[in-house]
């Protein structure tokens, strides 16, 4: 998920903020993933390390010095926001893992992996239509219909997986209550994450729509917000799914403490 | 012998569900999807009892189905030891309580670990849990997963007449404790 904004300081600072703790995370969930290799953890590894990439795509001087090198315009976009995609499929698919049985795994891999890339698909050429010099993939463009669609589509896929996500989590959150408090605080943080989630494509989405009948809002508010919301949305996702291991470090900790 | 997550997190332990025979046949056999990604028929298991070296009776398509729809819970010896060998499983895991098959191939395949099972008896609970923690700690220095979970066996069978796809959801506290096991990296 990242900015679809024109860039702003704050666009630095959020996303620059994001990639340096996207960092911290991954390497929390690489070490978790060797002592637990389930399906779901090596589906948070990967959507953590993804996301880490494509959010690095929406610091303004790391985009800026992509275009400069390869003579593309919005070719970091492009790449964030494909980033952005991979990083929802594997949220899709940790939470297949956590409701479903193995045997149903396999099938889920290949239905999720479809709709993922025929979302990119969809996108591709709309981004290629529409990028030509001058233009960016914001809603400050809105008035470019591929451009709205591209958004929307992106927007969409985003929504359902952050939907699914804070429906799972609150679930988790709350059937884990009292008993497993790290657990219970970790789903928490994500139930709020995807509630942040919902909120910045609501606010680009609705947008969008309200140009498409005739009738926006201001831009400059979406334009302040959106950034904001995804910018919340991703530290809390980060610290939410990596808090739980914090127990596994605590436990480590007291037994090399009581060991003689 | 019971299932749970080691001696060191008695706080996640509960009472596993009694697993019958017809539960640990449609486990074994759903790990052995065959091309179209469904369990073996009752068909395909016959024939490979049936192709085993030595074979004599036992092994027809309606005993098969009578074990795995639960109607027949009382297999002879050399019925046991046919499925056995067909599925590569250690024999006992067929037998009531002996449900921890990643123990029982342990003991199968390694005559060391027979040892040192023999070697516990006599040990108190503390005992245990420190020779847990130094295993689990010694693992961790060879790269290996710090814990070993009991496999998760499923306690519904499955007939093998049907063709019906494996899509069970679990319930919403198996999909809770495997979230929060997961994420806790237990």
């Known amino acids: 998920m990242n900015s679809t904004t024109t860039s702003t300081p704050l666009d630095g600072l959020i996303f620059g903020f994001c990639t340096a703790l996207g ?10 993933v060797r002592r637990k290799p389930t399906v779901a953890n090596k589906c948070i590894t990967f959507a953590f390390g993804i996301c880490t990439i494509g959010v690095a795509f929406a610091i303004p001087a790391v985009a800026n010095a992509v275009e400069d090198l390869t003579g593309v315009s919005n070719l970091p976009k492009l790449a964030a ?10 949220l899709q698919l940790t939470m297949v893992d ?3 049985d193995p045997e ?25 239509k529409a990028n030509i010099p001058g233009t960016q993939f914001t809603t400050e463009f809105a008035s470019q219909v591929p451009i709205r669609i591209y958004l929307l589509v992106y927007l969409g896929y985003v929504f359902i997986t952050c939907c699914e996500l804070a429906f799972m989590c609150t679930k988790s959150a709350t059937l884990n209550w009292p008993g497993r408090p790290w657990s219970t605080f970790g789903y928490g943080a994500s139930a709020i994450a995807a509630i942040f989630g919902i909120g910045y494509t609501a606010s680009k989405g609705s947008y969008l729509i309200a140009y498409t009948v005739g009738s926006p809002w201001s831009l400059k508010l979406e334009e302040k917000l959106s950034p904001a919301l995804s910018g919340l949305a991703i530290v809390f996702l980060f610290v939410g799914l990596t808090l739980p291991v914090g127990r596994a470090l605590f436990e480590k900790a007291r037994r090399r403490s009581t060991t003689p | 012998m019971a299932e ?27 790990r052995r999807p065959g091309p179209d990604g469904e369990p073996p028929s009752n068909r395909a298991l016959s024939a490979a009892i049936q192709a085993l070296p030595g074979h004599t009776r036992g092994g027809s398509v309606g005993a098969l189905s009578n074990l795995r729809s639960g109607k027949d819970d009382n297999p002879t010896v050399s019925t046991i030891a046919a499925l056995a060998s067909v599925l590569d499983t250690p024999p006992p895991f067929f037998l009531p309580g002996w449900d921890d098959i990643a123990a029982l191939t342990v ?7 027979l040892d040192i099972v023999r070697h516990l008896d006599g040990l108190d609970q503390a005992d245990l849990d420190s020779l847990l923690r130094q295993i689990q ?14 496999d998760e066996i499923d306690t519904e069978s499955d007939s093998g007449d049907t063709g019906r796809r494996y899509r069970r959801r679990r319930s919403s ?7 929060a096991d997961s994420l806790e990296g237990l």
């Open chain 2, 137 to 150: 700690d010694r693992r961790e220095q060879l790269g290996l997963p710090h814990t070993v979970p009991a």
């Open chain 1, 98 to 100: 956590i409701a479903y």
């Open chain 2, 4 to 30: 749970g997550h080691g001696l060191g997190h008695d706080h996640t332990y509960k009472q596993p569900p009694v697993l019958t025979l017809a539960a640990k046949l449609a486990y074994l056999l759903r």
């Open chain 2, 107 to 113: 003991l199968q395949h390694n005559p060391r670990a």
């Open chain 2, 173 to 179: 506290e198996e999909a809770a404790q495997y979230a």
């Open chain 1, 104 to 128: 149903y795994l396999r099938t889920a891999i290949y239905q999720r992996a479809t709709i993922a890339i025929a979302v990119v698909l969809v996108m591709i050429p709309l981004w290629l």
């Open chain 1, 23 to 32: 960092v911290i995370v991954t390497a929390a969930c690489i070490y978790r």
């Open chain 1, 81 to 90: 926001h494909i980033c952005a995609i991979a990083w929802c499929a594997s």
